[in-house]
């Protein structure tokens, strides 16, 4: 093969010759322009080539670190999804110490006597059946969700566990405050000679209302105060011989009579069980024994229906 350079006038050229050994020789006629594109398409696809190549490699490589990426992710998502189920877990845990806490408060309520006057009615998580609802029915994705709503509910439990337990504490003291005055406490110790009720009288004929207890043991005897409270009276009154008149509050008196000695003085305040007298036999008494009366609102009520060890 040979190629001939000639020139037209109009354009360049080139004269494709092919020489066999035998036969005639063919002559293509080529434009100048035709190897030239040649190049130019033989560039453009080489570049096209390196570009894409070059490209593909960085694309791999980007894909590449995406997954990594995305493994890290999942990884982590895996362990937050643990975290919320444990999350959930220990919020039923403090559901069950709340309702716990509650019911140890309607026990405290009880044991003073302490009456709920608007039993609020809580507002209740249909998980707050316990664990197994979460072994049942772990669906991850809505554990996201909830979780938020039931930490704020728990939050609001807690406020008003908080608020409960200050209210049950104020009644309480109140309560003790009261149980400290109330005379419950039997006033001295010995046996019990006459009760409260109708009597045959030691005095004389037929029967009389006896108003209080008689307590009889040796003169001496240490009288102890039924309930805390202020002294009222303390000094020799007809036939109670001397006597001590304690104001508990809350409607309550004791009195205490037929004394040998008294040990306190009006407007002291004495303690549930301090000695305020000794035993005797002062006033209308066939014996030494002390007359305990206990007044509510004024009347004599039955001390055996107030005092906790009566016996
Ligand atoms: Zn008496």
Request: charged share 30%; aromatic share 10%; net charge positive.
């Amino acid at each position: 093969m040979k190629y001939i350079h000639t020139k037209t006038k109009k354009s360049k050229y080139f004269s494709l010759l092919i020489i066999p050994h035998s036969n005639n020789i063919k002559q293509f006629k080529i434009a100048t322009w035709v190897p030239k594109l040649l190049i130019f398409t033989i560039i453009i696809s080489l570049s096209t080539t390196i570009f894409l190549f070059f490209s593909y490699r960085e694309l791999k490589n980007k894909y590449l670190a995406k997954l990594d990426e995305l493994d890290y992710v999942n990884s982590i998502n895996i362990k937050q999804k643990a975290e919320i189920e444990t999350l959930r877990e220990k919020t039923t845990e403090i559901q069950e110490k709340l309702d716990t806490i509650s019911k140890f408060q309607e026990k405290i309520k009880n044991m003073i006597g302490i009456k709920d006057n608007k039993k609020e009615k809580r507002v209740v998580n249909p998980s707050r059946s316990g664990n197994q609802f979460f072994k049942e029915k772990a669906v991850l994705e809505k554990l996201d969700n909830s979780i938020i709503s039931q930490i704020d509910e728990l939050s609001k439990l807690l406020d008003n566990s908080k608020e409960e337990l200050i209210k049950l504490t104020a009644d309480v003291e109140k309560k003790m405050k009261y149980l400290d005055a109330k005379p419950n406490l039997m006033p001295a110790k010995g046996k019990i000679t006459s009760g409260y009720g109708y009597r045959r009288n030691p005095f004389g004929k037929g029967r009389e209302f006896h108003k209080g207890l008689d307590i009889t043991n040796k003169p001496g005897t240490k009288i102890r105060a039924a309930g805390s409270g202020i002294v009222t009276f303390a000094g020799y009154y007809g036939g109670y011989g001397k006597v001590i008149i304690i104001s508990h509050g809350y409607g309550y008196q004791s009195i205490y009579g037929h004394n040998r000695k008294l040990l306190v003085k009006v407007g002291q305040h004495v303690k549930k069980g301090e000695v305020i007298a000794e035993m005797g036999n002062t006033g209308r008494s066939t014996g030494p024994h002390l007359h305990f009366e206990i007044r509510y609102y004024g009347k004599a009520v039955n001390p055996k229906n107030v005092i906790d060890n009566y016996k």
